[in-house]
């Protein structure tokens, strides 16, 4: 299955505690807790472009499956990682965080990040 196409979130849980964990300020949290953040995907091949819309706030990563590359993080750092392709679920750690993007069905993606115990899952649909 392809993960090209455009996501709008559905549901999360978590976000608040999730937010406050990797460093987000207050005031963000708050503007962003209601907002329906939009994510477009362009894979071709090993290549992902990877563009999420939440509010005014734009974050585009690109990356090629297996190779170091630097990725901009929810607080917008900057950092490097690999993301791993494992069947229909992309990988990455970053600077303590793990995500998990699958793809569960032809319409659904659940990201999973965790840091420490804290687990925050958005599930977002195909627009």
């Known amino acids: 299955m392809s993960f090209t196409g455009k996501y709008q979130l559905e549901s999360h849980e978590n976000f608040e505690v999730f937010m406050k964990a990797v460093g987000v300020p207050d005031e963000l949290i708050q503007k962003g807790k209601d907002l329906k953040s939009v994510s477009e995907i362009e894979e071709t091949g090993d290549?992902?472009?990877?563009?999420?819309?939440?509010?005014?706030?734009v974050i585009t990563n690109?990356?090629?499956?297996?190779?170091?590359t630097e990725l901009q993080t929810l607080t917008?750092?900057?950092?490097?990682?690999v993301v791993?392709?494992?069947?229909?679920?992309?990988?990455?750690?970053?600077?303590?965080?793990e995500s998990v993007t699958e793809l569960t069905d032809a319409n659904t993606i659940v990201?999973?990040?965790?840091?420490?115990?804290?687990?925050?899952?958005r599930i977002s649909k195909r627009m």
Do not use: A, P, Q
Not at 62 to 68: D, L, N, P, V
Not at 84 to 97: A, E, H, P, T, W
């Open 47 to 57: 290549d992902f472009k990877v563009t999420v819309t939440t509010g005014s706030n």
């Open 62 to 68: 690109s990356f090629t499956i297996g190779k170091e």
């Open 76 to 81: 917008g750092e900057k950092v490097k990682g």
């Open 84 to 97: 791993v392709r494992d069947g229909n679920k992309l990988k990455v750690s970053l600077k303590g965080i």
């Open 111 to 121: 990201n999973t990040m965790t840091v420490g115990s804290i687990v925050y899952k």
